[in-house]
């Protein structure tokens, strides 16, 4: 019975909430941990779970070493079965209110400087996955999309006169962003000298195509990043979210509202995009001990 009513609820958080197959293979992972442990419990019915069912749950999940971010992520897929569950009434209760989150040790994303950032857009090979790659990055730090929103861009969502794209994030919520003019001249010329050659004789209407006019994936765009993060000398660790960060606190840092910058990241919490306002403050310390007289 525990993973039939499970298989409801992934079918519930794919046709009702319309949440992307990488957000539901993440709760699918969450959740059949879960329930195993269920198992192991002897528990047989959901309404047979309490709520020192699950607080012994945690604390075996702390005895394994898993960090407090892990385990308010797990907790939070917990709670929204639970809740699916009272709602379909498959449980009588909800054993998981008044649990408190574990508080999550905040890191600070790691952000390139703009110094960095101009020596990886620097690409000036005229070949056609040169272009492309010129194309893919300026795109990236000009509009802060995440790499899965990137690679599946359709040329349909450019509109360069008006000089925005239109990106369908999360929870296929759209949003609009505007494109700089070095990113919009560096998609133009990638749609004029570079896309043609790679697509050749293909009808697909994906914007960035791999060397065989496929769609690129997300795993391509990362192999293609690290070489060019190589190839312009930068040997800190790097990753398509490493330009996401680094748009948002170049943007703050240069005065930008935090709810334009919330809207252009597509976070549904402001407090979500705060985290970038401390990035910043972190960084002018930075500048303040290394240049300041009396520091």
């Known amino acids: ?49 309490a709520r020192s069912t699950i607080m012994k749950y945690l604390y075996h999940l702390n005895d394994e070493g898993r960090s407090s971010a892990t385990l308010a992520r797990l907790l939070s897929s917990v709670r929204l079965l639970h809740q699916f569950l009272v709602r379909e009434k498959v449980s009588d209760h909800d054993p998981s209110l008044h649990i408190d989150t574990p508080k999550k040790e905040r890191k600070l994303p790691k952000v390139l400087s703009s110094e960095e950032v101009d020596r990886l857009l620097e690409l000036s090979g005229r070949d056609p996955l040169s272009i492309r790659n010129k194309a893919m990055l300026e795109m990236l730090y000009a509009t ?15 509109h360069l006169t008006m000089g925005f794209v239109r ?10 962003i505007p494109l700089g003019d070095h990113a919009k001249d560096a998609v133009e010329d990638y749609l004029d000298r570079g896309r043609s050659e790679l697509v050749k004789q293909k009808r697909t209407e994906q914007l960035f195509v791999n060397h065989h006019g496929n769609p690129l994936s997300r795993q391509g765009f990362w192999k293609i990043l690290k070489a060019v993060a190589r190839e312009a000398g930068i040997t800190k660790p790097i990753t398509p979210h490493t330009l996401r960060h680094s748009f948002a606190t170049h943007l703050l ?21 705060q985290i970038y306002t401390h990035v910043s403050k972190t960084r002018l310390k930075d500048v303040y001990r290394s240049y300041h007289p009396r520091a």
């Open 253 to 273: 840092e240069n005065g930008a509202d935090l709810r334009a910058v919330q809207e252009m990241l597509g976070h549904a919490d402001i407090s979500t995009t």
């Open 167 to 176: 990106c369908v994030g999360k929870g296929s919520k759209e949003r609009i």
């Open 1 to 49: 019975m525990l993973q039939h009513a499970l298989e409801d609820f992934f079918h519930y958080l794919t046709v009702e909430r319309g949440l992307s197959d990488n957000t539901i293979k993440s709760y699918r992972r969450d959740l059949k941990q879960y329930c195993a442990f269920l198992e192991e419990q002897g528990v047989k019915d959901w309404n047979d779970v």
């Open 144 to 158: 802060g999309l995440r790499v899965s929103e990137l690679v599946s861009l359709e040329t349909g969502d450019l």
